[in-house]
């Protein structure tokens, strides 16, 4: 997509206090983040929240296309954003998230009421995070299908997010993925911060997801400024 602001570099680096939370999603390609937004967009509905989506592909809209379709009745598909990076998911969401929030702009132009506006990086390693001016948090999503292993390769994604979640449990047992040491490995790597087991198919999760996305904007406004 184009932006039609034409800020400097500068100005987009320095995000509005406007009252929206921004919250970024992050994982590799395959772990459940399309599917972990579009479960998650109907209970952040039912918590009183306003929310709108903004993808990232690197050459393609399917993402946002896919959440339009999914959330069809639940999401107006002009709340559904896609940006096309160009280049590595790393760039726009991190080192210069300039596109998305020119991107996020032109949405909350449109949409002053929305309160809530969820990022979802472009499928990466473990080593993509968002930059603060870009979000107030990001969650960093692995699956069983890619192994036990994965929390013990750390990387700052699994380390750095302020909510690790583990989805797609339902097939743990099927792609010998042991759920109990990979839980146990992704609190002992993050040294006891929270981890979430989740099921984005039968919303397993997605309650304490909402819950803790709310308290943790609550625990901003009431930080000292």
């Given at each position: 997509?184009?932006?039609?602001?034409?800020?400097?570099?500068?100005?987009?680096?320095?995000?509005?206090?406007?009252?929206?939370?921004?919250?970024?999603?992050?994982?590799?390609?395959?772990?459940?983040?399309?599917?972990l937004i579009?479960?998650?967009?109907?209970?952040?509905?039912?918590?009183?929240?306003?929310?709108?989506?903004?993808?990232?592909?690197?050459?393609?809209?399917?993402?946002?296309?896919?959440?339009?379709?999914?959330?069809?009745?639940?999401?107006?598909?002009?709340?559904?954003?896609?940006?096309?990076?160009?280049?590595?998911?790393?760039?726009?969401?991190?080192?210069?998230?300039?596109?998305?929030?020119?991107?996020?702009?032109?949405?909350?132009?449109?949409?002053?009421?929305?309160?809530?506006?969820?990022?979802?990086?472009?499928?990466?390693?473990?080593?993509?995070?968002?930059?603060?001016?870009?979000?107030?948090?990001?969650?960093?999503?692995?699956?069983t299908?890619?192994?036990?292993?994965?929390?013990?390769?750390?990387?700052?994604?699994?380390?750095?997010?302020?909510?690790?979640?583990?989805?797609?449990?339902?097939?743990?047992?099927?792609?010998?993925?042991?759920?109990?040491?990979?839980?146990?490995?992704?609190?002992k790597?993050?040294?006891?911060?929270?981890?979430?087991l989740?099921?984005?198919?039968?919303?397993?999760?997605?309650?304490?997801?909402?819950?803790?996305?709310?308290?943790?904007?609550?625990?901003?406004?009431?930080?000292?400024?």
């Open positions: 997509m184009q932006a039609r602001h034409h800020h400097s570099h500068d100005e987009l680096l320095r995000r509005p206090k406007d009252g929206v939370l921004r919250v970024g999603i992050a994982g590799p390609v395959g772990s459940g983040k399309t599917a579009e479960a998650l967009v109907p209970v952040l509905f039912e918590r009183g929240r306003t929310p709108a989506v903004i993808t990232n592909d690197i050459f393609t809209s399917e993402d946002a296309a896919h959440v339009r379709r999914t959330l069809d009745g639940i999401l107006d598909a002009d709340r559904i954003v896609g940006v096309e990076t160009g280049a590595c998911p790393h760039t726009a969401v991190r080192d210069d998230p300039t596109m998305n929030q020119a991107a996020a702009d032109e949405l909350l132009e449109r949409h002053p009421d929305v309160d809530t506006l969820l990022f979802e990086s472009g499928g990466d390693n473990l080593t993509l995070t968002f930059s603060p001016a870009l979000v107030d948090l990001f969650l960093f999503v692995l699956d299908a890619e192994g036990d292993k994965m929390p013990r390769k750390r990387g700052p994604g699994i380390t750095e997010c302020e909510l690790l979640v583990i989805n797609k449990v339902d097939i743990a047992q099927y792609v010998r993925c042991n759920l109990e040491t990979m839980e146990s490995d992704a609190l790597v993050r040294e006891g911060r929270p981890v979430v989740t099921n984005s198919l039968t919303g397993d999760g997605l309650d304490t997801i909402a819950d803790f996305i709310l308290a943790h904007e609550a625990a901003q406004e009431a930080a000292p400024a």
